[in-house]
C-alpha cells in the first residue's frame, strides 16, 4: 500500500520540524524563544472572549457555506475603512487564509498547470500546491537589495503556456517587504498583458511601519484579475480561529469559491461568531496600539541583528518578520544546533525557522533565516542576545 | 480570465441549490420544513456552552497540527469505548469531517486516478473529488433492496489500472443502509487484492436503529489499507464546530495527513476545545437519549412515507436519513415546486433533497429524494402531511 504521488510531494513543515527539538530542549530545563512562528504573545481583542461566552443558540449548528452574512457585511465594512471597495456578495469566508490559499489555487489552476512567485515565500504555499497538484514556478529574490520583487523582463520570461496566475504576499511573509503601488501595478500589466489571474496575499495589511499599504484590489481596470487572500490570524492576534476570505469582482471566482465552499458546508461558526465582533472594533481600540508595539519590535529586532558580525538584512517595512543573512555555514544546522547544543549562561535559547523551505529552488536561502519578532521587548532582546552569542559559539 | 477546469467541474451542492427558493417562500409568510439537509433540532451538550465561557487563556493561539494531545487522547478513548483500538498518535483532527475526506482523496490518490464509490453517495463527495483532480467510479446501489452495496463482481468489473481505493459509508448517508460485517469484509478482501485502500466514512457510527455497526477499523489483517473518517458534527449535534478526525494504523497515511495538516497549521482550536468535552461525557449523558429520539422519528417518517401512494423506501437501520422513491416524474423540479407553488392550508410546505445530485452517473436517481428526519415528532408530522399534500396535488 502506498501512499499517491501527490501527497508524498506534500513537503513537512519546515517552521514545524524543528519542533521535537525545542521540546527536547525544554525537557532539558532551557527556556526556548520562539521566533521561528508567527504567533503573536499580544492577547487576543477581550471582546472576543465575551462573545464566545455569550453564543447566541443553543445548537452549533452549519452555518452558510459562503459565510454568515452579518460578518461578510463587516468584512465589506473593514475594507471600506483602509480603502478597498468590496460588496459582501463579492467575499467568501474560509477557514483562515489557509483555505483561502488553497481554494485560490483549485480555482486559477487544474493539476499540472503552474503559478509564478517571488521566493523567498511563505512556506506553506508548497503544502497547498502539492495538494493541489499545481507547480509553483519561482523566480528569485536577494537579501542583499531587500528582496524587492524581480524585474518585470525575468516575470515574463517565467511565464508559460501552462502559467495561470501570480502569487504575492505583501506585507511580505518571510521578508517583511512592502510592494510599492509601481511595483503592483507593474505586475498587473504583466497579468493583463498574459491573462494572468494575480493572488494577493494581504494578510499582514495593517503591518507597516513605514508609508502605507497599497491593495492588489486597488490597481485600477485590474476587475477580472485580482483575487484578495486574507485572514484574521495576525491582525486580531487570533490564529486559532482560523477565520480568513477570498475576494474578488470577479463573478466567476466568487461563484467557483462558493462551490468549494459548498462542499466543505461551512467555516467555523465559532470563529465566525467572535470574528464579528473584532471587526467591529475601532482600529484606536487594538489594531493601532498593536501596530505601535510592533514597530518598536521590528526597530529592536533589526538593531540588535546588525549588531550581530556577518549578520545582514535591510529593515523590512512591514509584517513582522525579518529575513537575514546569518554568517553560517547551514541554518538549517545552525537552527538546530541552537537548540541540541547551545544554551547561555541563564540556559536560555532561541528558536528561528531556515530561510531554506520557504525556497521552491533548491540550494537557496541556506545562510537564511525568518526572524518573527512576536515576543515582547524584554523577551526579545533576550532571544536576540542567544542568537548573538549563538553565533559567536558556532562560529568558533 | 477564465477559471481552471478543474473549478468549473466543481459542482453546486445540491443539497443548498433550493436555499434562495425556501427563502422566497418564507418572505411569502409560508412555513418551510427543512428535511432536506443534516442539520438536526437537538441541542448540542450544554457542557460544550460552560467550555466556551471558560477559553483557558486570552490569545487565541494556533494549535498543533495534529490536534491538541489531550483531544487526540479523548478520541482514542471515545474509539476504545465503542470498540476501535487506535492510539491517539493514530489519529489527526481536522476540520470537519470534509476536511477529512478532502485529505483523504489527495492521501491516496493523484490528479486522474479514481476512487469507487456505491451511489447514491454523500453529494459532497463530489466537491471534494473535482477539487482535488481524481475520478469517482460510480456503482449503482438499489431503492428496491434498500440501497444494499454492490455483489463483488461487479466491484471488481469497476477497477482500472488508476484505481487507488474504495470509499464507503455506514450508516449511510444519504440511504440510512448499513453495512454488515460480511459486506466490509467481502469489500476488504477485493482492497487487499488489488493493492486498494478502504476510506470508509463513519459518521454516523451511534445512528444505529437494528443491529450494531461494523467499523473497517476492525477487520482483521486490514492496517495498511483502512482509512477511517470522522466528525463530531452529527454525534453532538454540532455541526458548526468543525471537528473531524482522520485515523490509520497506517504510519505512512498518518504522517502524509500530518504534513497536509501542517500546511493550514491546525484545526479551529476553539471547536478542538468544546469537542473535548463533549467527548468526555457518558454515552447515557447524551448520545443514548439522542438516539431514542432518532429511532422514533424513523420510525415516524418512514410509517407516514409508507402511507404516501406510491413512495417507497424500505425501512432504514441507520443514519438519519431515508433515500425514497417518489411517484413523480423529476424529483429536482417536484422539491422546487414544492417550494414555489405549494403550500398546505396552513401556509406550510417542505424542503427535501432531490437524489440526483447524489449520484455520479446521469439521469440516475431522478425519482428519488432524500429525507433528512431531524425535527421533533410534531415538526416532522407536520412536514410529512405537506409531503403527502403535496405529491396528490402535482400527481393531479
Keep these: 500500500m502506498s501512499i499517491s504521488k501527490r501527497a508524498r510531494n506534500v513537503p513537512a513543515s519546515p517552521i514545524r520540524k524543528l519542533v521535537p527539538l ?3 530542549a525544554k525537557e532539558r530545563g532551557i527556556k526556548v524563544y520562539h521566533l521561528n512562528i508567527g504567533q503573536p504573545d499580544i492577547p487576543s481583542p477581550p471582546q472576543m472572549f ?18 454568515e452574512k452579518p460578518l461578510r457585511q463587516a468584512f465589506a465594512d473593514y475594507y471600506k ?22 481554494f485560490a489555487f483549485s480555482l486559477v489552476a487544474s493539476p499540472g498547470e503552474e503559478i509564478i512567485v517571488f521566493e523567498p515565500f511563505y512556506t506553506n504555499y508548497n503544502g497547498f500546491a502539492a495538494q493541489a497538484g499545481i507547480k509553483l514556478v519561482p523566480i528569485a529574490t536577494d537579501v542583499d537589495d531587500g528582496y524587492r520583487p524581480p524585474q518585470p523582463r525575468l516575470i515574463k520570461r517565467a511565464i508559460t503556456e501552462k502559467t495561470r496566475a ?22 498587473a500589466e ?21 508609508g502605507s499599504a497599497y491593495s492588489a484590489m486597488n490597481i485600477p481596470d485590474f476587475k477580472d484579475n485580482a ?12 490564529c486559532g480561529a482560523r477565520i480568513g476570505c477570498i475576494a474578488s469582482r470577479n463573478e466567476e471566482v466568487v461563484s467557483s469559491a462558493l462551490r468549494m465552499g459548498q462542499a466543505r458546508l461551512c467555516p467555523p461558526v465559532i470563529g465566525q461568531h467572535i470574528t464579528l465582533s473584532a471587526l467591529e472594533l475601532k482600529p484606536e481600540e487594538y489594531i493601532t496600539p498593536s501596530i505601535s508595539e510592533y514597530k518598536k519590535r521590528r526597530d529592536i529586532t533589526h538593531e540588535l541583528l546588525m549588531d550581530i558580525g556577518g549578520a545582514f538584512a535591510l ?24 537548540l541540541n547544543d547551545f544554551a547561555t549562561a541563564d540556559k536560555e535559547t532561541v528558536m528561528l525557522a531556515p530561510l531554506a523551505g520557504f525556497y521552491a529552488t533548491p540550494q537557496m536561502g541556506r545562510d537564511e ?11 526579545l532582546r533576550k532571544a536576540m542576545k542567544a542568537l548573538k552569542e549563538g553565533i559567536e559559539k558556532y562560529s568558533m
Design 227 to 238: 483575487i484578495l487572500l486574507d485572514s484574521i490570524s495576525k491582525r486580531f492576534s487570533s
Design 22 to 24: 525545542a521540546e527536547m
Design 369 to 379: 533565516v525568518r526572524i518573527a519578532y512576536v515576543l515582547c521587548e524584554e523577551d
Design 166 to 187: 501570480i502569487l504575492v504576499c505583501s506585507p511580505n511573509n518571510p521578508t517583511g517587504t512592502v510592494l510599492t503601488e509601481e511595483e503592483f501595478k507593474g505586475i
Design 315 to 338: 529593515k523590512p517595512a512591514g509584517s513582522f518578520y525579518i529575513s537575514a543573512r546569518l554568517p553560517v555555514d547551514d541554518a538549517e544546522r545552525f537552527c538546530a544546533w541552537l
Design 190 to 210: 504583466i497579468c493583463r498583458h498574459h491573462h494572468l489571474f494575480l493572488l494577493s496575499d494581504e494578510v499582514y495589511r495593517e503591518f507597516i511601519y513605514e
Design 81 to 102: 475603512r483602509v480603502g478597498i471597495d468590496l460588496g459582501e456578495e463579492q467575499i467568501v469566508v474560509t477557514t483562515g487564509g489557509s483555505e483561502a490559499l488553497l
Design 50 to 67: 465575551s462573545a464566545l461566552a455569550d453564543y447566541p443558540s443553543k445548537i452549533i449548528a452549519y452555518g452558510h457555506s459562503q459565510g
